[in-house]
């Protein structure tokens, strides 16, 4: 049987989740798990519905029959083909903790994405990225030449059908028209989670402020560098006893596994954009493996 996803985001009202439950029944369509938010202070409501046809609905059949009851409700709305991967294309500079991380999950079938290419301001990772039959493109980015470098970018993004950009620790700004965009559509790992440390070197500052949390930050890109919504996050403790390389050590585990959460989140359609906020649903106990990581 065919599995589907579907995600909703309107105003609140009475009669959202009945209007979708009919809907799936009358198209010979079975729930296999929800989640729902109804947000009191913005008055929107979130919903995801993973659903399969026990009748054989296409997805165009499915998309064309609830176009007809959306504009009732003011549905901002997508019906996603579970089986379908999504195309990702990963950015990465000199740090290769997190892009080896992911290639590693991608490789062993625990990170269920379509790898498009990667593309580096640097050769260091390109043999890596070679030996796992990956396109690797080189755009170095220098001050005189960044609006050619972005270019170049945006059409590597058109000519795959990259769906998702993930910025495996890109040590590069991108413009604010590039990140408007591709609005949803970039996550990057913040190598913080206290906002007061920032900068190239947030641990060493962290060693010298004698902290005992560290952690770090998954989020969308937006034009405010750093401070865009957030999708995950996580920490792990310190004590006086350890350096600042344990400390950088401990702080790229805890970016490698927060980042590939947010990926996750994302391209499972878990993730709604709710002002300058995320809402966030967690995996479903029933769910496959392959989305319960965590």
């Given at each position: 049987m065919s599995k589907f996803v579907l995600t909703v985001t309107c105003p609140t009202r009475r009669g959202i989740v009945a209007a979708i439950s009919n809907?799936?029944?009358?198209?010979?369509?079975?729930?296999?798990?929800?989640?729902?938010?109804?947000?009191?202070?913005?008055?929107?409501?979130?919903?995801?519905?993973?659903?399969?046809?026990?009748?054989?609905?296409?997805?165009?059949?499915?998309?064309?029959?609830?176009?007809?009851?959306?504009?009732?409700?003011?549905?901002?709305?997508?019906?996603?083909?579970?089986?379908r991967k999504l195309k990702v294309l990963l950015m990465v500079s000199n740090f290769g903790h997190c892009l080896n991380d992911l290639l590693y999950r991608w490789r062993i079938g625990a990170l269920p994405i379509e790898i498009v290419g990667v593309v580096s301001n640097h050769l260091t990772y390109q043999k890596l990225v070679v030996n796992h039959d990956i396109p690797f493109h080189l755009i170095r980015v220098t001050k005189e030449n960044k609006p050619d470098a972005e270019a170049r970018l945006l059409a590597l993004v058109e000519e795959t059908g990259a769906e998702l950009v993930v910025l495996a620790r890109y040590m590069q700004v991108l413009s604010d028209s590039f990140c408007q965009r591709m609005s949803g559509r970039i996550i990057n790992i913040h190598h913080s989670f206290l906002p007061s440390f920032k900068g190239a070197n947030p641990y060493k500052q962290a060693y010298q402020r004698g902290v005992k949390l560290i952690g770090a930050t998954a989020h969308y890109v937006t034009a405010d560098l750093d401070e865009g919504p957030i999708i995950e996050q996580d920490t792990v403790r310190i004590t006086h006893a350890q350096s600042p390389d344990d400390y950088v050590s401990l702080g790229r585990d805890v970016e490698a596994s927060v980042l590939a959460r947010a990926i996750h989140a994302h391209i499972h359609h878990r993730v709604f954009l709710n002002g300058n906020k995320t809402v966030v649903f967690p995996a479903s106990p029933g769910a496959h493996a392959s989305e319960r990581m965590g």
């Open positions: 809907f799936l029944a009358d198209n010979g369509c079975n729930i296999t798990d929800s989640a729902q938010f109804d947000d009191q202070e913005t008055g929107r409501f979130f919903m995801r519905v993973g659903f399969q046809s026990e009748t054989g609905a296409t997805l165009d059949a499915l998309n064309d029959s609830f176009a007809r009851i959306a504009p009732d409700f003011e549905m901002d709305w997508q019906i996603f083909d579970s089986s």
